[in-house]
């Protein structure tokens, strides 16, 4: 059971490049979350998928698509990157989405994927 | 007006004292409350989820006060190992992240 897992660990991108982070679960779980962490700033969410084949914009969605593949699956692609999208990115799963009405919303985090836009 | 906020920090105190953190929410219709830690170039664990009744584990306590919008998390006995950044975290409607409170156990 290897919970959370995201490719690639590290990234240097030039300006004006594309690349696909990947992430999958296996915990059964239907919500899946693209998160950035910034120095100073905290966890800021990008896009999440309440469950498969629904995908919604989170705080910071510019610069950035998402592609929920399958339950299992939620990727990021970044089509053109821009020196602002440096940062360290976390993907997350948890079974249910915190809608309120109750339901297990822990969320369990993948290792992180550190990004370099030169 | 930011979701959640959390003092910062810094936190350095020595083995065996005991530290509490605070966070404020603003939004009062919040349903689940968390406090997860973040290592140094880690991810973020879950440390414990907070219970309208307050809730322990070991030496750690997690309060919720619904009234005053605002959540706490206890340790006692620090330990070296308790280093960490220590994130709220408040679920409604999506999850609303603290930017954490750093930790520093010093011997």
């Known amino acids: 059971n290897a919970g959370v897992t995201q490719t690639p660990k590290f990234q240097v991108l030039k300006t004006g490049q594309s690349m696909t982070l990947q992430c999958a679960q296996d915990?059964?779980?239907?919500?899946m979350y693209w998160y950035r962490q910034d120095p100073g700033m905290g966890l800021r969410l990008i896009y999440y998928?309440?469950?498969?084949?629904t995908t919604d914009k989170g705080e910071v969605p510019n610069g950035y698509n998402v592609s929920r593949l399958n339950k299992r699956e939620f990727s990021l692609r970044l089509e053109s990157a821009a020196p602002s999208q440096t940062s360290v990115y976390f993907c997350?799963?948890?079974?249910?989405?915190?809608w309120g009405t109750g339901g297990n919303n822990e969320q369990f985090f993948g290792p992180g994927t550190r990004l370099t836009v030169l | 007006r930011k979701e959640v906020e959390q003092d910062p920090g810094p936190f350095n105190v020595p083995e065996g004292a005991t530290v509490a953190f605070n966070c404020t929410y603003s939004?009062?219709?919040?349903?689940?409350f968390f406090w997860y830690r973040q290592d140094c170039r880690k991810e973020p664990k879950l440390l414990m989820s907070?219970?309208?009744s307050g809730n322990e584990d070991g030496r750690f306590t997690a309060q919720l006060n619904r009234a005053s919008q605002y959540i706490s998390l206890l340790i006692r006995d620090s330990k070296l190992s308790d280093s960490a950044t220590y994130l709220c975290?408040?679920?409604?409607?999506?999850?609303?992240f603290g930017t954490g409170t750093s930790l520093t156990v010093i011997p």
């Open positions: 975290v408040v679920a409604s409607g999506q999850f609303y």
């Open positions: 907070v219970y309208s």
């Open positions: 997350a799963s948890s079974e249910a989405f915190p």
């Open positions: 939004n009062s219709a919040s349903q689940s």
């Open positions: 915990m059964n779980h239907n919500s």
């Open positions: 998928s309440a469950s498969e084949g």
